[in-house]
Every structure is written in C-alpha cells, then in structure tokens.
Nanobody, 116 residues
Framework: QVQLVESGGGLVQAGGSLRLSCQASGSVSSINAMGWYRQAPGKQRELVATMTNGGSTNYADSVKGRFTISRDNVKNTVYLQMNNLKPEDTAVYYC??????????WGQGTQVAVSS
C-alpha cells in the first residue's frame, strides 16, 4: 500500500503562485507514475499533470505553460508548481499514485482557491 499526504494549498489572488507537495510512503518502489488531479464544485475530477518514473510528463491543455510537475525520488515527493493562477483553477487538488495491476492510490486532497 501507499500513503499520500498533500500540502501547500491555500488562497491566492489571480496571477499568483502556489506550490503543492505530495509525499508518498509505504510501497513507494512499486509506484509507476504520480500525478495531480483536481475537482471543482459540481464538476468531475480531471487530470492536471502526471509524471512517469522515466520522467515523461503529461499536462492538461488548460494548465500548459503555467503549471510544472516535478519529482524528488529521494524524498518520495511530487510537486506541482502553479504560476499565473486563474479563478478557474479553484478546486480541490488530489495527488495520485499509479501502481501495478491498475491499482491507484489517492491523497486526501488540498484546497486551492484563486480570487479574481
């Protein structure tokens, strides 16, 4: 099993920046990829960014050029640097770990609120 703990959310004005962190513990050597998803009120959870063990990244079109995902394999932590935040980025952000056999673990979520 893997445990994921997110931190770094908060309230920021439009145009500002935040950095989210997600530390993994447990069977971290089995993780294939880690990523960030978000869910706004009344909407489905959507992909924000993912990164494989090999360093390949994938971003939602809405965040390309503004958000950057990175990993520190020594600390077993994945980060999401969010710049030029917009009110539509307001959501609960969830960390995700993809494991073998289609097993997925989720963090508890961290709230990001962007005021206009």
């Amino acid at each position: 099993q893997v445990q994921l703990v997110e931190s770094g959310g908060g309230l920021v004005q439009a145009g500002g920046s935040l950095r989210l962190s997600c530390q993994a513990s447990g069977s971290v050597s089995s993780i294939n990829a880690m990523g960030w998803y978000r869910q706004a009120p009344g909407k489905q959870r959507e992909l924000v960014a993912t990164m494989t063990n090999g360093g390949s990244t994938n971003y939602a079109d809405s965040v390309k050029g503004r958000f950057t995902i990175s990993r520190d394999n020594v600390k077993n932590t994945v980060y999401l640097q969010m710049n030029n935040l917009k009110p539509e980025d307001t959501a609960v952000y969830y960390c995700n770990a993809d494991m073998p056999f289609r097993t997925v673990y989720w963090g508890q979520g961290t709230q990001v609120a962007v005021s206009s």
